[in-house]
C-alpha cells in the first residue's frame, strides 16, 4: 500500500542529545513537510521541501535540521539546540501544487 | 505572511444534529486553496474536504460541507447528522497557489465533541 511511514512511534532521548526522525513517503510525491503538534497550538511548521536536494525553512525551524536526498525521504534531526524538544511530530506529503497532504502517524519525541 | 485563525477551541454537539465550525484567514493572494481535516485519538489526520478559492461553488462531501466566503476570508465546515465517530479535532488549512513556497499552513484546532 502506498503511504507515509514515520519511525518510531514513540521515542524517549536524554537532555543534549541529537535525535533523527524517519519519514518515507512511496506516493512519489515531490512535497515534504515536517510540522510539530503541541496542545493548543495547533501544527507548525518546521521545515519543507519541494523536491530533492533543496528545502525551506518554516515557521520555527531552530533547533532542527532536515536533508532531503531521496525523493522518498526527508528526515528531521532535533537537536540539542532546540530548547523544548518535547512533542508530537508529523510528516507530510503532496503530490504538488493546490493538492491535499497526506500525514505519517507521527512520532511522540519525550526529552527527559 | 498568511494565518489562520480557528476563534472555536471546543465545540459539542448531540448526535443527528448539525454544527458549524468556523475558520479565517488572512491572505493577500487571489489564487489558494483551503482544506479542513480531522484528526481522531489516533491522532492520524485525514482529509475531510478540500475548496479551490477560484470555484464559488461550496466544496461538499457527503455530510460535510463548506461555506467559503472570499471576501469576508471566512471558511467555515458544517458538518449534518452528526455521529459519534465525528468527535475529533478539527485543523483548517490554507496553501498559497500562487507564490514560490508552497506553505501548508494550519489553524490551532476545534475539538468537535459529540454527545449521544
Known amino acids: 500500500d502506498g503511504g507515509i511511514t514515520q519511525s518510531p512511534k514513540y521515542l524517549f532521548r536524554k537532555e543534549g542529545q541529537n535525535v533523527t526522525l524517519s519519514c518515507e513517503q512511496n506516493?512519489?510525491?515531490?512535497?515534504m513537510y515536517w510540522y510539530r503538534q503541541d496542545p493548543g497550538q495547533g501544527l507548525r511548521l518546521i521545515y519543507y521541501?519541494?523536491?530533492?536536494?533543496?528545502?525551506q525553512k518554516g515557521d520555527i525551524a531552530e533547533g532542527y535540521s532536515v536533508s532531503r536526498e531521496k525523493k522518498e525521504s526527508f528526515p528531521l534531526t532535533v537537536t540539542s539546540a532546540q530548547k523544548n524538544p518535547t512533542a508530537f511530530y508529523l510528516c507530510?506529503?503532496?503530490?504538488?501544487?493546490?493538492?491535499?497532504?497526506?500525514f505519517g502517524q507521527g512520532t511522540r519525541l519525550t526529552v527527559v | 505572511a498568511q494565518t489562520v485563525t480557528q476563534s472555536q477551541p471546543e465545540m459539542s454537539v448531540q448526535e443527528a444534529e448539525t454544527v458549524t465550525l468556523s475558520c479565517t484567514y488572512d491572505t493577500s493572494e487571489s489564487d489558494y486553496y483551503l482544506f479542513w481535516y480531522k484528526q481522531p485519538p489516533s491522532r492520524q489526520m485525514i482529509l475531510v474536504i478540500r475548496?479551490?478559492?477560484?470555484?464559488?461553488q461550496n466544496a461538499t462531501e457527503n455530510r460535510f460541507s463548506v461555506n467559503f466566503q472570499k471576501a469576508a476570508k471566512s471558511f467555515s465546515l458544517k458538518i449534518s447528522d452528526s455521529q459519534l465517530g465525528d468527535a475529533a479535532m478539527y485543523f483548517c488549512a490554507y496553501r498559497s497557489g500562487s507564490d514560490n513556497t508552497d506553505k501548508l499552513i494550519f489553524g490551532t484546532g476545534t475539538r468537535l465533541q459529540v454527545f449521544p
Open positions: 475548496q479551490e478559492a477560484y470555484k464559488q
Open positions: 506516493l512519489n510525491h515531490d512535497a
Open positions: 507530510a506529503s503532496s503530490i504538488g501544487w493546490g493538492a491535499e497532504a497526506f
Open positions: 521541501s519541494q523536491i530533492v536536494n533543496d528545502f
